[in-house]
């Protein structure tokens, strides 16, 4: 199975950006569905965003027009920008990543393979 490891996260100002990077193990991650999620202090894993191996995304309402999810094939990277951060984007997130067969799903149950995350923190 393909691996993730997450970075980028880092403490920031409420208003700020960030830019969060998930380095996949393999050139193959092109075939996989591929998520953000976030688990916020307490509360319990969200999905963020997802992007479909056609480059087609979706995002949650919370953070619809403020982040965006984009896959760098030539370096088999995932990436989070977000901007206009907000206390509440406070959490854990997570890259993850399931076989596309069909749509990719919303559900953090249905992908099999999560990076360990990083934290991120605005204030």
């Known amino acids: 199975d393909v691996q993730l490891v997450e970075s980028g996260g880092r403490s920031v100002q409420a208003g700020g950006s960030l830019r969060l990077s998930c380095a996949a193990s393999e050139a193959s991650y092109g075939s996989y569905c591929l998520g953000w999620f976030r688990q916020p202090p307490g509360k319990e894993r969200e999905a963020v965003a997802r992007?479909?191996?056609?480059?087609?995304?979706s995002f949650g309402n919370s953070v619809h027009g403020r982040f965006t999810i984009s896959r760098e094939h030539a370096n088999s990277t995932l990436y989070l920008e977000m901007v206009s951060l907000l206390f509440v984007d406070t959490g854990r997130y997570f890259c993850?990543?399931?076989?596309?067969?069909?749509?990719?799903?919303?559900?953090?149950?249905?992908?099999?393979?999560w990076g360990q995350g990083t934290q991120v923190t605005v204030s």
């Open positions: 992007i479909d191996t056609d480059g087609d995304t």
């Open positions: 993850a990543a399931t076989p596309a067969v069909g749509y990719c799903p919303r559900d953090a149950v249905s992908y099999n393979v």
